[in-house]
Every structure is written in C-alpha cells, then in structure tokens.
C-alpha cells in the first residue's frame, strides 16, 4: 500500500501529465514569460472533477519585462486546470 506522501506524488504527476497540453495552448507569449512559475493547489473529488484551484504562494520569476502578462499566466494557469477536468484517477 502507499503511504499518503507517494499517493499524493502519484495524483500530482497523473494531474500534470492531464494538464500540459492545455497549458501548452494556453501559455501566454511574451517578453520573458518562460521565467514565470506558479504553483497551485487543486481540490478534487473521488471522481476527478475540480472543486477548487487557488494560487499557492507567490507567483515567481516577475520581472518588468513580463509584468504585462503575469496576471493572465496566472488566469490561464487555472483556466488549463479546469479544461482537463475531470482528472483520470482511477489507478490512484
């Protein structure tokens, strides 16, 4: 059996590979935007759909040149979030 620590590991990396295509469509272009870093914390229920998506922390790698686009990095950050729902948790 795994422990809670390795479950949550597991669902993270099964939500993150669900994820990235609509991220990848969803990145925001512009001036140094690949600096950018976010985290976010995702409540699901047991059948994969999204509760909730909420910034955690602090979005990271600001700088001058990407202040134009840091708000919607963040917005299509959760919009991604929401495009793979439901999650596929079922070996989980």
Do not use: C, H, M
């Amino acid at each position: 059996a795994q422990s809670a620590a390795e479950l949550r590991r597991s669902v993270q990396l099964a939500v993150d590979r669900e994820i990235r295509p609509f991220w990848q469509r969803n990145l925001p272009s512009g001036l140094e935007v690949e600096l950018l870093r976010l985290t976010l914390e995702i409540r699901l229920r047991s059948d994969g759909t999204v509760v909730e998506v909420q910034q955690f922390g602090e979005l990271s790698g600001k700088t001058d040149s990407n202040a134009p686009q840091q708000q919607r990095f963040v917005e299509q950050a959760k919009k991604s979030v929401l495009q793979a729902a439901p999650f596929d948790l079922t070996d989980q």
